[in-house]
């Protein structure tokens, strides 16, 4: 292959494989391992959206739900996940994840089947929250399965891909939610939201069937029949890095409490994630609600062009990430965006099309997301354990934060200005820009030390005396 077409592939891939037989497993891996995680992703956030939709279509009224209801519900929700965050990870060191994750996939599902029937929001409110807690598999599990067979030349564009299969469960939510309310609103007597739910749930269990059937578990364990001995072998040599793999024991609370990855990615997470509030919170749906003037139809329809910007901002620096395999740029860029969309929105004078651009560019905080899990991913690809437990943590302090955050700063009778919600924004994107200088800092002040110690034991032989 001409070389500059290597480098296009490289560009757009990530890192290419030197063998023939590594560029077949990494196609059989990106076949059905990522074809599930994202399947399952898009289902997972499309559970999720649905409230957010069915809320400005009849939803309300129908349940007849009052001042900050709404919130409560996303942060019930949000509750679940957290209590469900630890027994989920406990139970992928127990129970097979090509058990553990199609089991919860039918959890959810059902749960969302049972959406459909509620009669008052107090119901809902009990449905929400073990929602929230099977769906906690899934995230976390998920970047930790992609860690554990792919290269980190390979991790970051696989981990948009991820990201943004998620964003499409969001964006479709919308885009189907409109559909059913014009199409199946009223037939057999069940409102258009309440379609949503069910049709939610039809497209959501036979993923699962799927995952059961072609989910791999991870390379030291994996019986998938798609794969042959010697790919087996190979997906587990593959991976250049240098991995502790330990007995489970209380060295390793000393390893992850004693070095800075465990505080720094928990803390870059935590107030980062809060970026994706615009979109998590439909924000826009809920201006466009409360402004008038526009068709439900409208209010599902408009805001997905947020997810959209996400997904496409999330692809294209997933993608440039692989290529120069540096991180922070993309959490400069997230705060950027967010930074000048708080800022239209606040000036309340400003155009109604500038509040849209405004609206639309905050969608860029999703890359993010992909970003941030495949920097902790690199930071802590030489401690299987360590990784794992970085990782669950990034996502339970984001969640710790955001059952709370939304009710301050994002509550649905703030709508549609949400001044105080503009004005966290902005502080958030500084403080963001504050944290990543702070990992970038601590990540190469180690890569600097683990350089000075290899240098150390190349130069001490034995039988030399060295100083």
């Not at 009669?119 to 929602?131: C, K, T, W």
């Not at 998938?224 to 991995?243: K, Q």
């Not at 740029?329 to 004078?349: D, E, H, K, M």
Request: proline share 4%.
């Amino acid at each position: 292959m001409p070389s500059s077409l290597q480098s296009i592939r490289r560009f757009v891939w990530g890192e290419i494989p030197s063998s023939k037989e590594e560029r077949r497993l990494l196609l059989k891996i990106d076949c059905f391992i990522l074809s599930y995680c994202c399947l399952m992703y898009f289902t997972n956030y499309l559970d999720r959206a649905n409230v957010n939709n069915a809320y400005v279509s009849g939803m309300k009224q129908e349940l007849d739900m009052q001042g900050n209801d709404f919130n409560k519900i996303n942060t019930v929700f949000t509750c679940g996940y957290i209590v469900g965050m630890i027994p989920n990870n406990l139970m992928l060191q127990v129970v097979p994840p090509r058990i553990w994750f199609p089991l919860m996939q039918i959890m959810w599902g059902v749960l969302t089947f049972c959406s459909s029937a509620v009669q008052n929001v107090q119901q809902l409110y009990a449905i929400r929250f073990f929602q929230g807690m099977s769906e906690a598999s899934t995230f976390v599990g998920t970047h930790y399965i992609l860690g554990s067979w792919y290269k980190p030349g390979e991790l970051g564009k696989r981990s948009g891909i991820f990201t943004s299969s998620g964003l499409a469960g969001t964006l479709f939510s919308g885009v189907l939610q409109a559909a059913v309310y014009r199409h199946l609103g009223g037939v057999d007597g069940q409102s258009g939201w309440r379609w949503l739910f069910i049709m939610d749930g039809v497209i959501t269990l036979p993923i699962a069937l799927y995952g059961f059937f072609v989910f791999p578990d991870v390379p030291a364990t994996t019986k998938a029949f798609y794969l042959t001995e010697a790919e087996r072998l190979l997906s587990y040599d593959r991976l250049e890095h240098d991995v502790a793999r330990r007995p489970l024991s209380w060295d390793l609370a000393k390893r992850v409490l004693g070095r800075w990855r465990w505080y720094g990615c928990s803390l870059l997470f935590a107030i980062s994630g809060e970026t994706e509030s615009f979109g998590s919170n439909n924000l826009m749906g809920q201006w466009l609600s409360a402004i008038g003037g526009y068709s439900i139809e409208q209010d599902d329809y408009y805001p997905s062009g947020v997810t959209a910007f996400g997904i496409l901002s999330t692809l294209v620096c997933a993608t440039w990430t692989d290529y120069t395999h540096t991180r922070w740029p993309v959490l400069v860029y997230v705060c950027f965006c967010c930074t000048v969309a708080a800022i239209c929105i606040l000036i309340w004078s400003s155009p109604t099309g500038l509040k849209f651009f405004a609206y639309y560019i905050a969608g860029a905080a999703y890359s993010g997301q992909a970003t941030t899990f495949a920097w902790a991913n690199q930071i802590c690809a030489d401690d299987d354990q360590e990784r794992a437990i970085v990782l669950a943590s990034m996502n339970m302090w984001n969640n710790a934060v955001n059952a709370w955050w939304p009710l301050l700063f994002y509550p649905a009778t703030d709508a549609p200005r949400f001044r105080k919600g503009m004005i966290a924004m902005i502080c958030t994107c500084a403080a963001t820009l504050g944290v990543t200088w702070l990992v970038w800092f601590l990540e190469r002040r180690e890569q600097r030390r683990s350089v000075d110690d290899k240098g150390d034991k190349s130069v001490k032989k034995p039988g030399i005396n060295t100083p």
